[in-house]
């Protein structure tokens, strides 16, 4: 009989680091995902301005070595390709799949959306250095929510893990 308790309350720790994990998740890809969109319109602003690269090709390019937003912009470059493509509406439909963006994230990217490709070069790049300035700004917000959700959350559900085991016991 002991054996079993014990393997149970094994099983119920390893259940509570799981799903401890699983709680913490949506806070740190929101971090990492910011930090990527940081990176690519640092990398984007001397493709379009200097480069005078197209958007679908700046778009790719600035996205190597990002794994989050990598397959999405190759897959927006593909569909700038089509001559019937509205940019703003692929745009707004990659933000809306894009894993790790919240609501105030797309906001902010989406308006980034409305000057990309469709105005001057240097306005363009006025509108980069806006969009990096609001995500900075939310990535502030988003450590300080994964500092104290991301992180509550998971202790908070291993705590409870635990106390099931010790009331098992």
Known sequence: M???????????ILASLGVSRMASHPYQLRVSTLE??????????????????????????????????QGAMVELSRELEKPDTNFREAWDALLRRQAGVWEDDR????????????????FQRDHLIAARADLERLMGEARVR????????????????????????
Do not use: N, Y
């Open 2 to 12: 002991m054996v079993l308790k014990v393997v149970g309350s094994a099983l119920e």
């Open 36 to 69: 990527e969109w940081q990176r690519l319109l640092r990398h984007l602003a001397p493709l379009i301005e200097w480069r005078r690269l197209p958007l679908g090709k700046a778009l790719q390019e600035a996205s190597r070595g990002l794994p989050h937003l």
């Open 107 to 122: 906001a902010a990217l989406t308006a980034l959306g409305q000057v990309l490709g469709a105005s001057e070069a240097s």
């Open 146 to 169: 994964l500092a104290k959700d991301g992180r509550l959350f998971p202790v908070m559900i291993s705590a409870a893990g635990v106390m099931v085991v010790i009331m098992a016991l």
